[in-house]
C-alpha cells in the first residue's frame, strides 16, 4: 500500500499559499481524521477505538457505518470487467476476451483509465446523494486474470485468454488504469481475481478440487497474480471458490501467506469471492469445516481479510468463546482501514485530486469513441477467400441471417454497465451501407430449445439508465428483465430462408453464442452442448451450422461474423463462408466496429487470444488441470487457427532478425530487433510477437509467449520492432527453489506473426 509520509502530506497542504498560518486548519475530531499523520498512525488510532463487534462489521463487504466515530458505511462490492458496471449509465467496452484480442497494452491502459475515470464521478455523486450501497464504492473486483486453459469453460470471456504472458501484460494495464498514478491515493482499487487455479467447470466451483504439478502451477496459474502484485501493486486479490490440494482457496496458507504474502511481500487486501466462506461448511459443497465460525476463523487466520458474504458475523462469537481474538483480526482490520485512507474515504473531501469529477465525465463522445476504436483493434479476421472482404461501397443488395445481428445484449457481455446508446451489427450495417437494399432475416435460433434470459444471480442488467436503481442489499437489483429483441424459435427447413436471400450480392451472417449460453454459474442452461455457463462441446450449434451450409447454396459469397467469448470448433462448417470475422462480444459500439471492417474503412488487425481448435476431439478431460495438451503452449496437434493469428487487408513481410548477442550469462539481457514491410496496398497494423523454446527439456512447453507489439506501417513502408528479453524470458520452474528461476542452456528466440511454426522465424541463444 501506498504510505506517505507526514512531512510530504504538510508541504502537499501548504503547497501553493503564502505561509501555513494563513490557512488554518481545523482540527480533526480524532487522528485517525488527521491527514497530516502517516497512514500507520491513523490506522493504529482507529484500531484502539473499535470496539470487536465493530472490527468484524468491518470484515464483511456490507462495512456498516460506526457513527460515534463518524465512519461512514462502506460496501467494498463493485465491478468493472470492461467498464464501470451494475451502477446505471457508463460506457461499455468490447468483453474482456475482445480486449485481449487487440493485444495492446496501451490501449487497456488507457481503457481503464477511463473506467476509473466514470467511475470517480459515479462515486462522488454517490457521496453527495448519501448513497453508499452496492457498485458505488471504488473498490472494484476487476481484472480477471485466470487462465482459459480450456474453450469450455464458460467464464472464459472475461479473462484475456489462454496465455500467461499476455494475461500478465494486459491485466497490468488494467490495475494501472484503475488505481491510477497519483503519488497520495489510489484513484480506485483494482483486484486480481480469482486465485489462484480457477477455471471451470461452472456447475461444480463450489465443491472441486483441484490439484496440479508444480510446474503448471508456476508456468500457467501464478504468473499473472504475480505480476499484478510485484509490478502493478494491486491493492486486493480475491481468492477463488474452488479447493486446492483440499484446502479451500481462501483458506489455504500455502497461496495466502507462504506465497502471496512471504514469497511476493503483498501488503494489500485478501478479499473472498462472494459466499466463498460458506462453501466450507455449507452442505454439498466442500464441507471442510462444521460451521460458519470455525470456517471464518480459519480463513482469517489464512489470510483473508475482507468477506464478500456474512460469515464472518460469526466471529462476535468467536471472541467471546476465546477461539480467536481481537488481536487475531487487527491486522486483517488495519489493512482494510489502510485502504479507505489511501482512497480518500477517511480525508476532507476537497483533497484528492478528482474532487470535481461529476457525471458529465460519464459516457462522453471521447469515451464513446474510444470504445469503438477498441472494439476495432479487437476484430480478427481469420479467412477472407478471394478477397471478398472487404465490401464494394457500390454494393447494392446484402443479406444479413442470424438473430445475433440484432441483438443488443448480446454486444454487452456480461458484468457490464448500461450504455446511453448500443449500435447493434445490423444498425452498423445499415448506417454504413446506407445505398444497398438490406434485407433482413433471423434464420434460425442460437442453438435447439429456447433461450430466455438467464444469469447469474450477482449478475445485473437493468431497466433504464438512471443512476439510482433498485438495488436490494446484497443482491442483484429487484426484478431484473430481458426482453430479446426477437423470437428466438425458427423452423429448421431454411428453404424460406434461402428465397429470401438467393438474390443478394452477400450473405452476412451473424452467429455464434450468447452471453445468455456462456457465463458464470448459469444453472437454468441445459442444452445440446451448453451445461450450467459452460459447454461440453465447441462445435458450432447444430441449428447454426445447418443454417450455413443452407446459406452456401444460394452460390453467393458467405461471410460470417462471429459472435463469441470463446473457441469455436469449425472444422466441418469451413466450406459454408468465405470469410470469417471473430467479434467477440463488442461492446456498445460493436456494430460501428463490425461494419467498418466490412466496408474496409479499418484494415483488421486483430489477433487470436486463444487456440481455435478443429473440434473438442483435440481436447483433453474438461476437469483435468494438467496442461499437457492445451494450448498453444503444450497442443502439440494441428489446430484451425493457432494463438496469435489474424489477418487484414494487407500483407507484410518479417525481415531477418539479430540479436546483441549470441550468448549471455544468467542475470543478464539481450536484444532482439527485426524489420517488418507492409507489402499491401492498404496502410495497416502489425502484432509482432517473441516466443521462446527451451531445447533439450522435454518437460518445458513447446513455445512460450515473451514479447508482443503492435505497430502501425503504411504501404510500402518498413518499421523496425525492437525487444528486451531478461531474465523472466528464461525463468521457468526450478524444484530446488519451488519457484520460477533462470534456467542456463541452449534456447530459440522466435519472431514473427502468430504462434505457428510456419509463422515464425528462429535464431539460437545460450544462457550460461
Given at each position: 500500500?501506498?504510505?506517505?509520509?507526514?512531512?510530504?502530506?504538510?508541504?502537499?497542504?501548504?503547497?501553493?499559499?503564502?505561509?501555513?498560518?494563513?490557512?488554518?486548519?481545523?482540527?480533526?475530531?480524532?487522528?485517525?481524521?488527521?491527514?497530516?499523520?502517516?497512514?500507520?498512525?491513523?490506522?493504529?488510532?482507529?484500531?484502539?477505538?473499535?470496539?470487536?463487534?465493530?472490527?468484524?462489521?468491518?470484515?464483511?463487504?456490507?462495512?456498516?457505518?460506526?457513527?460515534?466515530?463518524?465512519?461512514?458505511?462502506?460496501?467494498?462490492?463493485?465491478?468493472?470487467?470492461?467498464?464501470?458496471?451494475?451502477?446505471?449509465?457508463?460506457?461499455?467496452?468490447?468483453?474482456?476476451?475482445?480486449?485481449?484480442?487487440?493485444?495492446?497494452?496501451?490501449?487497456?491502459?488507457?481503457?481503464?483509465?477511463?473506467?476509473?475515470?466514470?467511475?470517480?464521478?459515479?462515486?462522488?455523486?454517490?457521496?453527495?446523494?448519501?448513497?453508499?450501497?452496492?457498485?458505488?464504492?471504488?473498490?472494484?473486483?476487476?481484472?480477471?486474470?485466470?487462465?482459459?486453459?480450456?474453450?469450455?469453460?464458460?467464464?472464459?470471456?472475461?479473462?484475456?485468454?489462454?496465455?500467461?504472458?499476455?494475461?500478465?501484460?494486459?491485466?497490468?494495464?488494467?490495475?494501472?488504469?484503475?488505481?491510477?498514478?497519483?503519488?497520495?491515493?489510489?484513484?480506485?482499487?483494482?483486484?486480481?481475481?480469482?486465485?489462484?487455479?480457477?477455471?471451470?467447470?461452472?456447475?461444480?466451483?463450489?465443491?472441486?478440487?483441484?490439484?496440479?504439478?508444480?510446474?503448471?502451477?508456476?508456468?500457467?496459474?501464478?504468473?499473472?497474480?504475480?505480476?499484478?502484485v510485484t509490478e502493478g501493486n494491486v491493492q486486493e486479490v480475491m481468492c477463488a471458490y474452488n479447493r486446492y490440494e483440499g484446502d479451500p482457496c481462501c483458506g489455504s496458507t500455502k497461496l495466502l501467506i507462504d506465497i502471496l504474502r512471504s514469497r511476493w511481500n503483498y501488503q494489500g487486501i485478501v478479499v473472498s469471492d462472494c459466499g466463498a466462506i460458506d462453501d466450507f461448511y455449507v452442505r454439498g459443497r466442500h464441507e471442510t469445516h462444521p460451521d460458519a465460525l470455525t470456517a471464518s476463523k480459519d480463513a482469517i487466520l489464512s489470510?483473508?481479510?475482507?468477506?464478500?458474504?456474512?460469515?464472518?458475523?460469526?466471529?462476535?462469537?468467536?471472541?467471546?468463546?476465546?477461539?480467536?481474538?481481537?488481536?487475531?483480526?487487527?491486522?486483517?482490520?488495519?489493512?482494510?482501514?489502510?485502504?479507505?485512507?489511501?482512497?480518500?474515504?477517511?480525508?476532507?473531501?476537497?483533497?484528492?485530486?478528482?474532487?470535481?469529477?461529476?457525471?458529465?465525465?460519464?459516457?462522453?463522445?471521447?469515451?464513446?469513441?474510444?470504445?469503438?476504436?477498441?472494439?476495432?483493434?479487437?476484430?480478427?479476421?481469420?479467412?477472407?477467400?478471394?478477397?471478398?472482404?472487404?465490401?464494394?461501397?457500390?454494393?447494392?443488395?446484402?443479406?444479413?441471417?442470424?438473430?445475433?445481428?440484432?441483438?443488443?445484449?448480446?454486444?454487452?457481455?456480461?458484468?457490464?454497465?448500461?450504455?446511453?446508446?448500443?449500435?447493434?451489427?445490423?444498425?452498423?450495417?445499415?448506417?454504413?451501407?446506407?445505398?444497398?437494399?438490406?434485407?433482413?432475416?433471423?434464420?434460425?435460433?442460437?442453438?435447439?430449445?429456447?433461450?430466455?434470459?438467464?444469469?447469474?444471480?450477482?449478475?445485473?442488467?437493468?431497466?433504464?439508465?438512471?443512476?439510482?436503481?433498485?438495488?436490494?442489499?446484497?443482491?442483484?437489483?429487484?426484478?431484473?428483465?430481458?426482453?430479446?429483441?426477437?423470437?428466438?424459435?425458427?423452423?429448421?427447413?431454411?428453404?424460406?430462408?434461402?428465397?429470401?436471400?438467393?438474390?443478394?450480392?452477400?450473405?452476412?451472417?451473424?452467429?455464434?453464442?450468447?452471453?445468455?449460453?456462456?457465463?458464470?454459474?448459469?444453472?437454468?442452461?441445459?442444452?445440446?452442448?451448453?451445461?450450467?455457463?459452460?459447454?461440453?462441446?465447441?462445435?458450432?450449434?447444430?441449428?447454426?451450422?445447418?443454417?450455413?451450409?443452407?446459406?452456401?447454396?444460394?452460390?453467393?459469397?458467405?461471410?460470417?461474423?462471429?459472435?463469441?467469448?470463446?473457441?469455436?470448433?469449425?472444422?466441418?462448417?469451413?466450406?459454408?463462408?468465405?470469410?470469417?470475422?471473430?467479434?467477440?462480444?463488442?461492446?456498445?459500439?460493436?456494430?460501428?466496429?463490425?461494419?467498418?471492417?466490412?466496408?474496409?474503412?479499418?484494415?483488421?488487425?486483430?489477433?487470436?487470444?486463444?487456440?481455435?481448435?478443429?473440434?473438442?476431439?483435440?481436447?483433453?478431460?474438461?476437469?483435468?488441470?494438467?496442461?499437457?495438451?492445451?494450448?498453444?503452449?503444450?497442443?502439440?496437434?494441428?489446430?484451425?487457427?493457432?494463438?496469435?493469428?489474424?489477418?487484414?487487408?494487407?500483407?507484410?513481410?518479417?525481415?531477418?532478425?539479430?540479436?546483441?548477442?549470441?550468448?549471455?550469462?544468467?542475470?543478464?539481457?539481450?536484444?532482439?530487433?527485426?524489420?517488418?514491410?507492409?507489402?499491401?496496398?492498404?496502410?495497416?497494423?502489425?502484432?509482432?510477437?517473441?516466443?521462446?523454446?527451451?531445447?533439450?527439456?522435454?518437460?518445458?512447453?513447446?513455445?512460450?509467449?515473451?514479447?508482443?507489439?503492435?505497430?502501425?506501417?503504411?504501404?510500402?513502408?518498413?518499421?523496425?520492432?525492437?525487444?528486451?528479453?531478461?531474465?523472466?524470458?528464461?525463468?521457468?520452474?526450478?524444484?530446488?527453489?519451488?519457484?520460477?528461476?533462470?534456467?542456463?542452456?541452449?534456447?530459440?528466440?522466435?519472431?514473427?506473426?502468430?504462434?505457428?511454426?510456419?509463422?515464425?522465424?528462429?535464431?539460437?541463444?545460450?544462457?550460461?
Amino acid at each position: 500500500m501506498r504510505h506517505f509520509s507526514a512531512l510530504l502530506l504538510a508541504l502537499i497542504l501548504c503547497a501553493g499559499a503564502i505561509s501555513c498560518k494563513q490557512e488554518p486548519q481545523v482540527k480533526p475530531e480524532y487522528p485517525f481524521n488527521d491527514p497530516s499523520l502517516s497512514v500507520e498512525e491513523r490506522v493504529n488510532d482507529l484500531l484502539s477505538r473499535l470496539t470487536s463487534e465493530e472490527k468484524v462489521s468491518m470484515m464483511m463487504n456490507n462495512s456498516v457505518a460506526i457513527e460515534r466515530l463518524g465512519i461512514p458505511a462502506y460496501n467494498w462490492w463493485n465491478e468493472a470487467l470492461h467498464g464501470v458496471a451494475r451502477a446505471g449509465e457508463a460506457t461499455v467496452f468490447p468483453q474482456v476476451i475482445g480486449i485481449a484480442a487487440t493485444f495492446d497494452e496501451d490501449l487497456n491502459l488507457e481503457t481503464y483509465t477511463i473506467a476509473s475515470d466514470e467511475a470517480r464521478a459515479k462515486y462522488n455523486d454517490a457521496m453527495a446523494n448519501g448513497y453508499y450501497r452496492q457498485y458505488y464504492g471504488l473498490t472494484f473486483w476487476t481484472p480477471n486474470v485466470n487462465i482459459f486453459r480450456d474453450p469450455r469453460w464458460g467464464r472464459g470471456h472475461e479473462t484475456y485468454g489462454e496465455d500467461p504472458y499476455l494475461t500478465s501484460r494486459m491485466g497490468l494495464a488494467a490495475v494501472r488504469g484503475l488505481q491510477g498514478d497519483d503519488k497520495n491515493f489510489f484513484k480506485a482499487n483494482a483486484c486480481a481475481k480469482h486465485y489462484a487455479v480457477h477455471s471451470g467447470p461452472e456447475p461444480n466451483r463450489h465443491s472441486f478440487d483441484v490439484t496440479v504439478s508444480p510446474t503448471d502451477l508456476w508456468e500457467t496459474y501464478l504468473p499473472a497474480f504475480k505480476t499484478l502484485v510485484t509490478e502493478g501493486n494491486v491493492q486486493e486479490v480475491m481468492c477463488a471458490y474452488n479447493r486446492y490440494e483440499g484446502d479451500p482457496c481462501c483458506g489455504s496458507t500455502k497461496l495466502l501467506i507462504d506465497i502471496l504474502r512471504s514469497r511476493w511481500n503483498y501488503q494489500g487486501i485478501v478479499v473472498s469471492d462472494c459466499g466463498a466462506i460458506d462453501d466450507f461448511y455449507v452442505r454439498g459443497r466442500h464441507e471442510t469445516h462444521p460451521d460458519a465460525l470455525t470456517a471464518s476463523k480459519d480463513a482469517i487466520l489464512s489470510g483473508t481479510d475482507l468477506e464478500c458474504g456474512s460469515s464472518y458475523r460469526s466471529m462476535v462469537e468467536g471472541i467471546q468463546k476465546g477461539v480467536i481474538t481481537d488481536a487475531d483480526l487487527d491486522p486483517h482490520v488495519g489493512r482494510l482501514i489502510a485502504d479507505r485512507i489511501e482512497l480518500g474515504m477517511l480525508d476532507p473531501e476537497d483533497r484528492t485530486p478528482w474532487k470535481d469529477y461529476n457525471l458529465d465525465m460519464v459516457c462522453t463522445p471521447e469515451h464513446i469513441a474510444h470504445s469503438l476504436k477498441v472494439a476495432r483493434e479487437s476484430m480478427v479476421l481469420l479467412k477472407n477467400n478471394n478477397n471478398v472482404l472487404p465490401l464494394s461501397k457500390d454494393i447494392r443488395k446484402i443479406a444479413v441471417v442470424g438473430v445475433n445481428a440484432d441483438d443488443s445484449t448480446m454486444l454487452l457481455g456480461n458484468y457490464n454497465g448500461t450504455p446511453r446508446s448500443v449500435v447493434t451489427i445490423l444498425d452498423g450495417i445499415k448506417a454504413k451501407f446506407a445505398k444497398a437494399e438490406i434485407t433482413y432475416v433471423e434464420g434460425s435460433k442460437l442453438v435447439d430449445g429456447y433461450v430466455e434470459r438467464i444469469r447469474n444471480s450477482a449478475d445485473t442488467r437493468q431497466r433504464r439508465p438512471q443512476f439510482y436503481e433498485g438495488v436490494v442489499e446484497g443482491s442483484a437489483p429487484a426484478a431484473p428483465v430481458y426482453t430479446p429483441p426477437q423470437p428466438w424459435f425458427a423452423p429448421e427447413n431454411y428453404d424460406e430462408v434461402v428465397a429470401q436471400v438467393k438474390d443478394a450480392e452477400v450473405i452476412i451472417y451473424v452467429g455464434g453464442l450468447s452471453p445468455n449460453l456462456e457465463g458464470e454459474e448459469m444453472r437454468g442452461v441445459s442444452y445440446e452442448g451448453f451445461k450450467g455457463g459452460d459447454r461440453t462441446t465447441i462445435e458450432l450449434p447444430a441449428v447454426q451450422s445447418k443454417l450455413l451450409a443452407a446459406l452456401r447454396t444460394t452460390g453467393k459469397p458467405v461471410v460470417f461474423v462471429l459472435t463469441t467469448g470463446s473457441t469455436i470448433g469449425l472444422e466441418k462448417d469451413e466450406p459454408s463462408y468465405d470469410a470469417l470475422l471473430v467479434a467477440w462480444y463488442p461492446g456498445e459500439q460493436g456494430g460501428n466496429a463490425v461494419a467498418d471492417v466490412l466496408a474496409g474503412d479499418y484494415n483488421p488487425a486483430g489477433r487470436l487470444p486463444l487456440t481455435f481448435y478443429k473440434s473438442t476431439e483435440q481436447l483433453p478431460d474438461f476437469e483435468d488441470y494438467d496442461m499437457a495438451g492445451r494450448t498453444y503452449r503444450y497442443f502439440s496437434g494441428e489446430p484451425l487457427y493457432p494463438f496469435g493469428y489474424g489477418i487484414g487487408y494487407t500483407s507484410f513481410a518479417y525481415g531477418k532478425g539479430k540479436l546483441s548477442k549470441s550468448s549471455i550469462k544468467k542475470g543478464a539481457s539481450v536484444k532482439l530487433s527485426f524489420e517488418v514491410r507492409n507489402n499491401g496496398g492498404s496502410d495497416g497494423e502489425e502484432v509482432a510477437q517473441v516466443y521462446v523454446r527451451r531445447l533439450n527439456d522435454p518437460s518445458a512447453p513447446l513455445k512460450s509467449l515473451r514479447g508482443f507489439k503492435r505497430a502501425a506501417i503504411k504501404a510500402g513502408a518498413s518499421r523496425k520492432y525492437e525487444f528486451t528479453l531478461g531474465p523472466d524470458a528464461f525463468s521457468f520452474y526450478d524444484a530446488n527453489v519451488d519457484d520460477l528461476a533462470e534456467k542456463a542452456g541452449d534456447y530459440e528466440i522466435l519472431f514473427g506473426s502468430s504462434s505457428s511454426d510456419k509463422d515464425l522465424q528462429k535464431l539460437t541463444l545460450t544462457v550460461k
